[in-house]
């Protein structure tokens, strides 16, 4: 891909991000979330405003590119070039107030992810991951885009999102991965995987993630030096069983992928 459309393919991510965080910031910790008391309606709505806004966008600058997104499903699917969106991943961290979800966009060039976009709108944190570059990162709280060495699993720091992500298969490997790492942190969602990619997560495994949750990531995560596949250490596919090991090292995947071993 040359270099001039993939500027222009990353300022219509950033664009997209932006339409949003409009959307999406007026809403966080409002009354109106407030009062809904764990109420899913108006973080759905806010899902689907954020994501026709994406939508929106992205046909009017690219109308023969395809768009998968959580809300609204698949458009041209098949095209050479497929935006993958998730306008709040993270919807229990919204509803609670915590800023650990975040914009998820992605885009695939005949299936692979090539750029990669995690943007957290409220605290004006946004990673940029393009394939065959490093990592941009801009935050008001800094941080370093890149992940750090990790010799062995005993210093590692684990993440997950929720136990609730792991069925009863999955389970049991899990558990023998925590109990082989320094530190377990639960939450997190997308944020976590951009904690990996500034060096301060090594590990993250879990399950059940649709494309539209880990396309946006891999080329974030795979920009800073770590890797994501799935958990034997294949590559991600989009129609696979949605277990997720991303690696700030990637040295540490045999051992990880010999915990989780079915």
């Known amino acids: 891909m040359e270099a001039p459309l993939m500027e222009v393919l990353v300022a219509a991510a950033e664009a997209a991000a932006d ?11 409002s009354a109106l979330l407030v009062e809904a008391k764990g109420d899913a309606s108006p973080v759905t709505e806010a899902d689907k405003a954020a ?17 998968i997104g959580e809300e609204y499903g698949a458009d041209r699917p098949e095209a050479e070039y497929v935006w993958v969106v998730d306008p709040i991943d993270g919807t229990r961290a919204f509803v609670t107030g915590r800023p650990l979800f975040g914009s998820l ?3 695939l060039h005949r299936g692979r992810p090539v750029l990669g976009l995690i943007d957290q709108p409220s605290t004006g944190e946004r990673w940029i991951g393009v394939a065959g570059r490093p990592l941009a990162f801009r935050s008001p709280m800094g941080g370093t885009p890149k992940v750090r060495a990790c010799a ?18 999955q389970a049991p490997r899990h558990a023998r991965l925590r109990q082989a790492v320094r530190r ?31 396309v946006a990531l891999q080329p974030v995560i795979e920009s800073a030096g770590g ?8 590559p991600m596919r989009l129609d696979g069983p949605g277990e997720a090991l991303a690696l700030g090292d990637p040295s540490l995947l045999p051992a990880v992928t010999a915990l989780l071993a079915d």
């Open 19 to 29: 339409v949003a965080g409009a959307v999406i910031r007026p809403l966080f910790r």
């Open 51 to 67: 994501e026709r806004s994406i939508r929106a966008l992205l046909a009017e600058r690219f109308p023969q590119h395809g768009v």
């Open 105 to 107: 966009i992605g885009l």
């Open 152 to 169: 062995s699993l005993a210093e590692a720091e684990l993440s997950c999102t929720s136990p609730e992500m792991l069925d009863a298969a």
């Open 184 to 214: 377990v942190t639960w939450g997190g969602d997308c944020y976590a995987y951009g904690l990996l990619a500034l060096g301060l997560v090594d590990v993250i495994a879990e399950g059940d993630l649709k494309p539209w949750d880990w």
């Open 227 to 234: 890797s994501l596949t799935d958990w034997q250490g294949r």
